[in-house]
């Protein structure tokens, strides 16, 4: 039997040289992996499909579904607090045509929480720019520009613009009320007190809303209404920097007794990271509790912040040592020479003594007002309880004052950063009519010129650069003692001056710090000697000035008749 042979033929597969369907593959793939949270990959093979797509429209599609994984993925990152990596994703997407400009406002997001404040609020201000729904982006500028950039004034612009799509956000009007009280002080009332109005409206239980417009009621004096809300603070679970505000409250309205024992929790604030307390304040160690008898104590007194605050409150040691067996008073070393000079029947410290001397409780010295059951009425020694004696204020006369007729003038116009935070320094420029007032010197007793002024002042306006020649506040006191009179802000060398006694003409602004409860007549309830003038309102120093010119004129006029009296 014969088998025929058949021919076998191959067929050939044809090669598909079309590039759509591994372009269609590589997409579905990048798709999957994005979908299933691989970004990495995915975005990969996005980008090296993209390259390939030539159609136009091909394109534009794979690139819009590209960018919405992409800021899937950069938004998974921020949420992670990736914020490098998020931003380099970000920067990635920026690359392609089309990005949503919501980009500028994510990026400016992670630039303010890796602390670029600056490159912020650019890429906010993009999207401020471009963006046709931008209220929420005002409420991030505003946010930025408050608590980095520090500029008040430019974050009201913003929090105002952001109001207008978040009319019940508590937040922004409590906001306002706040930055309108810190930086007008005194002007813009009706707004301060409406947004913080429309705060507490929206959130009666607020504690931070409550306590704002406690502030501010008090800051203008409406006694009832600043009482009614600081009693509503006391039952919102207040913190301790409350309730040591509370105290500066009422001290400010002459309630001594009860605002004293408030302003105890200043060592207990949340707030301290620009006050540092001695190391012993900050213990409770051997602590007078002010309940124990001390009649057969020794007390020992420590200073607590700044050299005003030691030389005004040093006032009521003889009142102390009158209820105890025996005092030490610990201060600052710069304080040591004026304090032992004023014999104030005590040994005198400084810090590192500590462990040498032999005491059963401590106190802090601005807690002496609550031992000494002080009241406005009864304050100790206004007239003066610190002195140096002749000879070294003769010295010192010698070697660093002219020797001339001229009514001497000391002046003071800027203190320590705390003063500048409250308003209290003077530009120095509304001084220079002072300085130019005929048979009149003036002398700095400015140590540091912190803000360089004066090497500002005009060369008709005579100056002269006291500050330098003091090695401590016993050099301080003896030039002030040189002096006709003293013109100065509310800083420790106007405390000084009132301890010494000296003439002062005190310069404050229309809101003023918190001890301060008399400025008007002709002292200040502290200090005998010092007579106020202030401020109508705030940074109006040109109105005090002109009025100190005409009281120091009237020193002119009497030093003139004393003149020809003598020669008659």
């Known amino acids: 039997m014969q088998v025929s042979k058949r021919l076998v033929v191959r067929k050939e597969i044809p090669i598909d040289n079309s590039k759509d369907l591994i372009m269609s593959l590589d997409v579905a793939m990048a798709e999957y992996y994005c979908k299933n949270n691989n970004y990495e990959k995915g975005l990969k093979i996005y980008r090296e499909a993209i390259s390939q797509i030539f159609d136009e429209a091909e394109r534009n599609r794979v690139i819009n579904q590209y960018l919405t994984y992409a800021l899937q993925n950069a938004q998974k990152m921020f949420n992670n607090k990736k914020f490098i990596e998020a931003l380099e994703a970000y920067r990635e997407i920026m690359s392609y045509s089309g990005f949503p400009i919501s980009i500028y406002k994510n990026i400016g997001l992670c630039m303010k929480l890796i602390g670029n404040a600056d490159l912020a609020i650019k890429f906010l201000k993009r999207f401020e720019e471009i963006s046709p729904d931008k209220e929420d982006v005002y409420v991030y500028l505003a946010d930025l520009t408050y608590t980095d950039i520090k500029d008040n004034k430019k974050a009201i612009e913003y929090y105002e613009k952001a109001l207008e799509k978040n009319k019940n956000n508590f937040s922004i009007y409590n906001m306002l009320g706040h930055l309108y009280s810190t930086c007008y002080q005194d002007k813009f009332k009706e707004k301060q007190i409406d947004y913080l109005t429309r705060a507490f409206e929206l959130a009666p239980n607020n504690r931070i809303v409550v306590k704002n417009l406690a502030y501010v009621y008090g800051k203008f004096d409406e006694i009832q209404k600043a ?30 007794s009860e605002g004293f024992k408030f302003l105890q929790h200043r060592f207990l604030k949340e707030d301290l990271k620009n006050v540092s307390f001695p190391q012993l304040l900050t213990t409770k160690k051997k602590k007078w509790n002010m309940k124990i008898d ?21 006032r009521f040691i003889e009142d102390l040592k009158k209820r105890c067996k025996d005092v030490s008073l610990v201060v600052q070393p710069q304080l ?30 601005m807690d002496l007002p609550i031992v000494c059951e002080t009241s406005p009425d009864t304050i100790p020694k206004a007239d003066g309880y610190l002195k140096v004696p002749k000879a070294k204020i003769n010295a010192y006369r010698k070697e660093h004052i002219n020797d001339n007729d001229k009514i001497k003038i000391g002046i003071a116009y800027e203190g320590t950063l705390a003063s500048k935070e409250t308003d209290r320094d003077i530009p120095l420029s509304y001084l220079y009519p002072l300085m130019k007032l005929p048979d009149v010197e003036v002398y700095s007793f400015q140590v540091d010129d912190i803000s360089r002024q004066m090497d500002m002042v005009p060369s ?17 006191a003896c030039a002030m003692n040189c002096m006709d009179c003293m013109v100065t802000t509310d800083n420790g060398v106007m405390n000084l001056a009132g301890a010494l006694g000296v003439k002062t003409f005190g310069l404050f602004n229309r809101i003023v710090e918190w001890r301060w409860f008399k400025t008007e007549g002709n002292d200040i309830g502290w200090y005998k000697n010092i007579k106020p003038f202030q401020a109508p309102t705030a940074g109006a120093w040109e109105v005090p000035v002109q009025k100190v010119i005409e009281e120091i004129d009237k020193i002119r006029c009497k030093k003139i008749a004393q003149k020809i009296k003598g020669r008659c």
Request: no cysteine; hydrophobic share 40%; charged share 30%.
């Open 227 to 256: 009482d009614e809300f600081y009693s509503k603070l006391m039952y919102l679970n207040p913190t301790h920097s409350d309730l040591h505000a509370y105290g500066a409250y009422l001290v400010r309205h002459k309630r001594f």
């Open 294 to 314: 001390i009649k057969d104590k020794k007390i020992l007194v420590h200073f607590e912040q700044g050299f005003g605050d030691s030389i005004m409150f040093v």
């Open 336 to 365: 040591i020479d004026l304090f032992k000079d004023s014999k104030l029947g005590v040994e005198i410290y400084n810090e590192q003594q500590i462990p040498e001397i032999d005491y059963d409780f401590w106190i802090p010295m």
């Open 460 to 476: 008709d306006a005579n100056l002269i650069r006291l500050g330098k020649t003091f090695k401590n506040w016993e050099d301080t």
